[in-house]
């Protein structure tokens, strides 16, 4: 079974600071599908940024970027300028396009940031 | 546009008890996911329903676990007799398409403790 692994279940940040959270994972597959969600105390998960695996070029979403290691099997999340409202714990996953419909999860980074 | 939604938000039961957990999708979404996590640890796929079908049911953790989706639009997820082990936070999830690079939509999910 696929594995995501998020080796740092707590993190802060200086707001206005950037941040990283990393994320690895374990497939044989080469196509598949990255994201990462953001769950914000209380409140729903959300979609914060997607990669497909066949793309080089790293996804951006505003503030949030990602640095796509295929052969390293990494998909780090970077929080740039980070703000009070980016306090949330963070998910990684992956997901395969035909083999399956669920989400393999991390288990979270909660971030901190700090006023 | 209204988003998933998930009743009750948290739930306290004794062991032996039964509990029945809702799910509301987006309106107009066929794809409607379950997921648990339970404290600390990662994320996991509990079972997908494709309309009032169910596409996926891989990661049921046994025959206590009852889940529906009768007319294809909310779903519950029943457990009966509820352990200890059983406590967590289930989400609920929802996607119009069911491709690899679609996004789920999650629901705030339901906080169950089992005592």
């Known amino acids: 079974a696929q594995t995501v692994t998020q080796s740092q279940p707590e993190m802060s940040v200086q707001e206005a600071e950037t941040v990283t959270l990393s994320c690895t994972y374990d497939?044989?597959?080469?196509?598949?599908?990255l994201f990462w969600y953001k769950q914000p105390p209380s409140r729903q998960m959300i979609l914060v940024i997607r990669?497909?695996?066949?793309?080089?070029q790293n996804a951006t979403e505003n503030r949030f970027s990602v640095n796509f290691q295929k052969a390293a099997k990494s998909f780090s999340l970077k929080i740039s300028d980070s703000q009070l409202g980016d306090a949330a714990m963070y998910f990684c996953?992956?997901?395969?396009?035909?083999?399956?419909?669920?989400?393999?999860f991390g288990t979270g980074t909660s971030l901190t940031v700090i006023p | 546009e209204a988003g998933v939604t998930q009743f009750p938000s948290h739930s306290v039961i004794e062991k032996g008890q039964t509990v029945t957990l809702r799910c509301d999708p987006i309106?107009?979404?066929?794809?409607l996911y379950w997921y648990r996590r339970v404290m600390g640890k990662e994320i996991k796929f509990l079972l997908h329903?494709?309309?009032?079908?169910?596409?996926?049911e891989s990661g049921m953790p046994n025959n206590r676990f009852l889940a529906e989706r009768t007319g294809g639009t909310y779903s519950t997820l029943k457990v009966q007799p509820a352990e200890l082990e059983d406590s967590g936070v289930y989400f609920c999830?929802?996607?119009?398409?069911?491709?690899?690079?679609?996004?789920?939509?999650f629901g705030p999910g339901t906080r169950l403790t089992v005592l």
């Open positions: 999830a929802s996607s119009q398409l069911n491709l690899g690079a679609d996004t789920q939509y």
């Open positions: 497939t044989s597959e080469s196509d598949y599908y």
């Open positions: 990669q497909e695996a066949y793309k080089q």
């Open positions: 996953a992956y997901r395969e396009p035909n083999t399956g419909n669920q989400f393999y």
């Open positions: 309106s107009g979404h066929d794809n």
């Open positions: 329903f494709v309309k009032e079908s169910k596409q996926d």
